[in-house]
């Protein structure tokens, strides 16, 4: 068994405990959510620019009937301090290619890297500006925030909250990931007995199962 693999089952359960009841994150700016995604702490110092797969992702709480989080075999791209694009369709995370996509302005976006984390936040609101397609959710507030583990483990949460029209219940979900350095050797996918259990956890009070309606493009709001 790799040196700290007991340790890193016990970080990614204890990530997974901490989203059981998270819903929206809270505001960080006037006008503008905050990053719904929790924050982790990071356990190293690592360059993080490269390729990372993701071989452990997990759902934990949600009040919908489909979720997409990024999934094992997905690849996240770091270049010049920024998410370059995440998943094996090299979705674009700039700005402009973003926003080229929707055919609309971002509400609000960060996409930072450091030496111990990265830190995606975007989204929009356009309640009172409805999407004449139909293609998109009217407000998307979507976040990813990783953490390093050691020098080729991130330990990451991916959160989306998104409703269509004013009056809908804000519909989310929460996961948590793990990815591994492209070309590093790889761990074994080992979760803790608790996890089938945390994934049937009960949803927070005042929240009700989703209709099930998803925008056909751009549901993540990335």
Not at 33 to 38: S, V
């Amino acid at each position: 068994m790799k040196p700290h693999s007991g340790r890193l089952r016990g970080l990614l359960a204890c990530a997974l405990a901490g989203i059981a009841g998270a819903s929206c994150g809270n505001s960080d700016a006037p006008g503008r959510p905050g990053n719904p995604a929790e924050r982790i702490t990071p356990l190293a110092v690592a360059d993080l620019s490269g390729s990372w797969e993701c071989i452990e992702s997990v759902v934990g709480n949600t009040n919908m009937q489909s979720t997409t989080p990024i999934q094992v075999g997905d690849v996240l791209r770091i270049e010049d301090d920024e998410i370059v694009w995440v998943g094996n369709q090299n979705e674009s995370y700039s700005r402009a290619d973003m926003e080229a996509r929707y055919g609309f302005a971002l509400g609000w976006y960060t996409n930072e890297v450091s030496d111990r984390v990265a830190e995606f936040h975007s989204g929009w609101n356009r309640l009172n500006d409805p999407d004449p397609s139909g293609n998109y959710y009217g407000y998307v507030n979507y976040g990813i925030y990783a953490a390093t583990f050691d020098q080729d483990t991130l330990v990451a949460y991916e959160a989306w909250d998104g409703r269509n029209v004013t009056d809908d219940p804000v519909e989310f979900w929460r996961a948590a990931l793990r990815f591994r350095r492209v070309g590093a050797q790889t761990t074994p996918l080992l979760l803790e007995p608790g996890i089938e259990a945390f994934r049937r956890a009960p949803q927070p009070p005042g929240h009700r199962l989703g209709r099930g309606e998803r925008a056909p493009n751009g549901s993540r709001g990335r």
